[in-house]
């Protein structure tokens, strides 16, 4: 079976625009999260969605948004890109909500110049 | 606030020696622990983890770690670290917060290896 797949694995973007990256799950997995990390920190947590909803949010301002598909795959969404925003972004993926084993994508190189 | 603190920001070991990287955390009850393993460009790989029941995992790549409650500590270790071993470890907690769960992250440690 595939892991988490995420997709693109890199992309450079101007400050101002907008980005979207996806995750795939891993088959029969429901639950999807997002993280972000910065260059020499460790991941911080962005949004958790499970079946389809939205269960919770981190400390990140409105221009970040998601969504979850019936698939169980799943959009980031980032506007008004600043350069703060260049980090890896990561989606996880586990069977339910409930803490059990959280699987991790590869992620998602971003720049923003 | 649930917290993961990890004390150790660079370590560096020889090939062959034996490895114990720190993680401590703060939470109320027992949470459910994890580390991961992340190479240079890489994603966060699944190393071992602890929800219940014995407190010492065993987990890929020879790794084990021990939970202590009294301690709230979750330390990794490895009797005999390899090369490929090089990377960076990331703790965390997984745990309730405001009505859904969430991973907290450690800062990580880097580790190094010579040969």
């Known amino acids: 079976d595939a892991g988490v797949t995420q997709s693109p694995t890199h992309l450079i973007k101007t400050r101002g625009q907008q980005v979207t990256l996806r995750c795939s799950p891993i088959s029969g997995h429901k639950s999807v999260s997002w993280y972000q990390q910065v260059l020499g920190q460790g991941p911080q947590f962005i949004f958790q969605?499970?079946?389809?909803?939205?269960?919770g949010r981190g400390n990140f301002p409105d221009r970040f948004s998601a969504r979850q598909f019936p698939n169980y795959s799943s959009e980031l969404n980032v506007n008004a890109l600043l350069l703060g925003d260049s980090a890896l972004y990561l989606c996880?993926?586990?069977?339910?909500?409930?803490?059990?084993?959280?699987?991790f994508g590869e992620g998602s190189w971003l720049t923003v110049v | 606030a649930q917290s993961v603190t990890q004390p150790d920001i660079h370590i560096t070991v020889s090939e062959g020696a034996s490895l114990e990287l720190r993680c401590n955390y703060s939470y109320g009850a027992t949470p459910y622990l994890f580390w991961y393993v992340q190479s240079p460009g890489q994603g966060l790989q699944l190393l071992l983890k602890y929800f219940s029941g014995d407190t010492l995992v065993q987990g890929i790549k020879g790794f084990e770690a021990e939970f202590k409650r009294s301690q709230s500590s979750f330390n990794l270790r490895k009797p005999s670290v390899h090369w490929s071993d090089a990377a960076e470890y990331f703790c965390?907690?997984?745990?309730?917060?405001?009505?859904?769960?969430?991973?907290?992250f450690g800062a990580g440690t880097r580790l190094a290896v010579h040969p």
């Open positions: 969605y499970y079946e389809k909803e939205e269960r």
């Open positions: 996880a993926s586990s069977s339910d909500s409930s803490g059990n084993t959280i699987y």
């Open positions: 965390a907690v997984y745990a309730p917060w405001g009505g859904y769960n969430k991973l907290i």
